[in-house]
């Protein structure tokens, strides 16, 4: 856990987040600014920046984390008609929170490019 980090402090129940999912590696909570109707975040439980990172430390929780991404998008019935996992490495990618995690979103048209 790293002391100044967000998503540390909603691991942590410091910040109150909508959580829809917990265990001991993984916790998913509510966006909250949503860019779809459906649009979880899953976190891993230890702080590391980066998904590259998380990868090179950890594989096997990657991997649990994409888990956790199905088993949200099902929970939420976005599974049948289908869902974007998206996960942002650095500034310029768009990423505010230094701490690896994956977008799922759903609940709309999320092709691309817009038609």
């Given at each position: 856990m790293t002391a100044d980090?967000?998503?540390c402090a909603i691991v942590s129940g410091d910040i109150p987040a909508d959580v829809v999912h917990r265990d001991d590696d993984a916790v998913a909570f509510r966006d909250i600014d949503p860019k779809a109707p459906v649009h979880v975040l899953v976190i891993p439980t230890s702080h590391c920046a980066t998904v590259v990172e998380l990868a090179h430390q950890?594989?096997?929780r990657v991997g649990h984390l994409l888990s956790v991404a199905g088993d949200v998008a099902r929970a939420e019935g976005v599974a049948e008609s289908g869902y974007r996992?998206?996960?942002n490495t650095?500034?310029?990618a768009g990423q505010s929170v230094h701490h690896v995690h994956f977008h799922v979103l759903g609940?709309?048209?999320l092709t691309w490019p817009p038609g």
């Open positions: 980090c967000l998503f950890d594989p096997a996992i998206v996960t650095g500034p310029s609940g709309r048209d």
